[in-house]
């Protein structure tokens, strides 16, 4: 379980969290939406770390992790898998050691259990035998299928997506949506994804957050955000999807 | 290998901007601009390696003099070391590193953004509005920068020797032009002048002829440096070989 | 009513120097108590040697011939020209063979550094090492500043033998000096003790020009310009700080 309690975060004189309180379930899709540059990205960096809160605290089954130091930070990642919003593969590297990067690091499993693992991980998210691939030849959808592989290649507890069907075409958007669904099905972990996509988030999502303003102005179950009688979020939606 | 024919593409590139900077129209303006932003980029750095390198050569030369027991001498190798060769040497690496880089740089961002084309579309000729400009200031001002830095590396020598080496301050002073001739002055200025064209000339031509998006520009950038300081040292020897003979 | 001080020149610099000491301590940490793996280590030192060897040379060969040039006129004022050996090996050996190895090496396997680990930072692909909980010091920078510990050292003798050897060249061949003389000259000014010095020097250069080149990219600013601007401090940091370090080194070895 995730759960930010009154956190606040501001870069210079720029407010971009302002009291985000919420706990996010286990084995659940959790999105938050909002439009961009809102701090979606900044609320997802905390869970692992890279941001650090103004005030409050952040915590993952039970670790408060803005207060770890390096080595508890690194434990605590070790069952977080995270999708970056271009995939962020390692380009000196080709699809195959990119996915097996995480396997290399952190186990003792022999280079054949870790080709093993690598096409089976790759062809998890609809990409098989590209292993020998390198980045620079992928396209922006592909390179985060091989992104996300990478992300559950140790079995990850918790995945976290960042934007992932921002940049892409419909139809792709509508793929990695599916993709993510079937991987929930299959792996029954927790997944929080940051989306500005509207009816993306209707599909895929379980619980919904909305962020708005640096706030998190509404939270809770995808019905009941949907028949929400708000004022503010009936324009938000009504805006993005046109209703 | 392949340098060296690169090299031919090099001296084409050279004669076709030769040509265009010397043909109407000029742009003045985005000329002095940019004499104005090498001086800006080059002038701190190039006097932050000039000025201890007088330090190191007064320091060796405080030694090579006690050897033969002339002091008097010191500084007359001092200003000739400086003045011959290792102001315009340093200061040309030094600009190429600011200001060769940033031109190759700025160069191969407006051909990857297309802003090259969208020139040669509305009737400007990129080379008299982007590479004369550049290669007119980096020419002019190598000159000017290494006078400044040269002066620079002189002081320098002169708080080494006087200040912490105990030279006396005026057996320094009277003999610093000694054995200094006309020669010495002009050297330095062609040298620098030949440098700055060559920086000029491989920045602009790494940087217009990118190739390969954001990642192509840090190459050309960097092979412009390189290159371009392979190229004026080759050259340095033989002008130094020429101007040397020429003085005696 | 934004009461944030503007920070000045000296304050700027100050706390760049500042963060530079953080990142450098947090990178010998590192280092000293996780190694990396010798693999990677040799791995790296061979791409930095091959990728400025020849540069190297080229370089050295040009300086060795300017200065016996210059040397044989100089000392051709007072009848001297004869001793150009001790000059050349002097110059060469103990200032111009550690200072063109370094200035080469900062100007290719530097700029690497800062632009690969820059490119690294402005994709998101640090934050995606430290998620995946590799350290990106012990994996980025330790096996790097190892390496140029190698690397560097060794190039400067590859710079020392060919800023001497075309010195003769051009001291025998184009000035008619003796090459017995010559050779005389340089093998009783010059020793060991100066050829070890200069790999001392070497190696303080490839401290700085890792952890400065690596400092830069590291926290580069977003953007393809980030990453340019990135490499471009990098070299121009590196030869104002290792110019300056090798004066006060000179002081201290020869001074």
Redesign the interface.
């Known amino acids: 379980m995730i759960e930010y309690k009154n956190v606040d975060k501001s870069f210079?004189?720029l407010r971009v969290l302002d009291h985000i309180s919420c706990a996010i379930p286990e084995g659940k899709i959790t999105v938050f939406v909002g439009p961009s540059g809102v701090g979606k990205s900044v609320l997802m960096?905390m869970i692992?770390?890279?941001e650090k809160p103004d005030a409050g605290s952040v915590w993952v089954d039970g670790d408060e992790v803005n207060r770890m130091d390096?080595r508890g930070l690194?434990?605590v990642?070790?069952k977080?898998?995270?999708l970056?919003?271009?995939g962020?593969?390692?380009?000196?590297m080709t699809v195959a050691e990119n996915v097996a990067?995480?396997l290399r690091?952190?186990t003792s499993k022999r280079e054949k259990e870790i080709a093993r693992i690598v096409s089976e991980k790759l062809a998890l998210v609809g990409m098989p035998g590209c292993e020998g691939k390198w980045p620079s030849e992928l396209s922006g959808g592909m390179r985060k299928r091989v992104g996300l592989a990478?992300a559950i290649a140790l079995e990850p507890e918790i995945v976290?997506f960042d934007e992932p069907t921002s940049g892409l075409d419909p139809l792709m958007a509508d793929a990695i949506d599916d993709l993510i669904l079937e991987m929930q099905r299959k792996l029954r972990c927790t997944f929080v994804v940051n989306s500005h996509d509207i009816p993306g988030t209707f599909r895929i999502a379980d619980l919904i957050g909305v962020l708005y303003d640096s706030r998190l102005v509404a939270y809770g179950e995808r019905e009941e955000i949907q028949r929400s009688r708000d004022q503010l979020l009936i324009r938000f939606f009504s805006r993005h999807t046109g209703r | 290998m392949s340098f060296v024919i690169e090299l031919g593409a090099i001296s084409l590139f050279a004669l076709r901007s030769l040509y265009w900077a010397f043909s109407p129209p000029f742009f003045f303006r985005e000329t002095l601009r940019q004499m104005a932003r090498v001086g800006e980029r080059c002038l701190l750095p190039v006097i932050g390696v000039v000025a201890p390198f007088g330090m190191v050569i007064t320091l060796h030369g405080l030694q090579i003099v006690h050897i033969f027991g002339v002091e008097r001498m010191l500084s007359s190798i001092l200003v000739i070391s400086l003045l011959r060769e290792l102001s315009p040497g340093l200061c040309g690496i030094m600009m190429a590193a600011q200001a060769g880089s940033t031109a190759a740089a700025e160069l191969g961002t407006m051909r990857v953004k297309e802003e090259v084309d969208a020139l040669s579309v509305m009737g400007i000729n990129p080379f008299q509005y982007l590479i004369a400009p550049r290669l007119i200031a980096l020419t002019l001002m190598c000159p000017l920068v290494n006078a400044i830095a040269c002066s620079s590396g002189i002081v320098s020598g002169y708080i080494t020797a006087v200040v912490f080496g105990g030279v006396n301050r005026g057996a320094f002073l009277s003999n610093l032009y000694s054995f200094v001739g006309v020669i010495d002055i002009w050297s330095g200025i062609i040298k620098t002048l030949v440098f700055g064209f060559v920086i000029g000339v491989v920045s602009c031509y790494y940087g217009y002829y990118v190739r390969g998006g954001a990642e192509g520009v840090g190459k050309a950038a960097n092979d412009a440096v390189v290159r371009s300081i392979i190229t004026f040292l080759g050259m340095n020897y033989f002008l130094t070989s020429a101007l040397l003979a020429l003085s005696r | 009513m934004s009461n944030t001080v503007k920070p000045s020149l000296l304050t700027g610099v100050l706390a760049q120097v500042g963060r530079w000491g953080i990142f450098s301590f947090t990178a010998a940490r590192w280092t000293c108590s996780a190694p990396p793996a010798l693999g990677s280590v040799l791995w790296e030192a061979y791409q930095i040697g091959v990728q400025s060897l020849s540069i190297v040379c080229v370089i050295a060969f040009f300086i060795g011939s300017t200065i016996a040039l210059q040397g044989y006129y100089a000392f051709r004022e007072f009848g001297g020209q004869n001793l150009v050996g001790i000059f050349v090996a002097l110059a060469c050996v103990r200032e111009m063979g550690p200072i063109v190895a370094g200035s080469m090496v900062a100007a290719k396997a530097g700029t690497a550094m800062a632009a690969t680990i820059a490119t690294m930072r402005v994709k998101g692909q640090i934050d995606a090492l430290e998620v995946m909980a590799v350290n990106p010091y012990r994996y980025l920078i330790s096996p790097r500043l190892l390496a140029s510990l190698i690397a560097l050292p060794l190039l400067v003798v590859f710079a020392d033998f060919i800023t001497v050897f075309a010195g003769y060249l051009v001291a025998v061949y184009q000035l008619g000096v003796n090459s017995g003389t010559f050779l005389e000259n340089v093998a009783t000014y010059i020793g060991m003790r100066d050829v070890f010095f200069g790999m001392i020097k070497g190696g303080v250069f490839a401290l700085l020009i890792c952890l400065l080149s690596c400092y830069q990219g590291y926290y580069s600013q977003p953007g393809p310009e980030g990453v340019g601007r990135a490499t471009n401090r990098a070299v121009v940091s590196v030869c104002i700080i290792c110019i300056i370090m090798n004066y006060l080194l000179s002081e201290m070895m020869y001074g």
């Open positions: 210079g004189d960096k692992v770390g890279l390096e690194y434990r990642r070790r977080i898998g995270m970056f919003q271009d962020a593969l390692l380009d000196s990067f995480p690091q952190h990478r976290l």
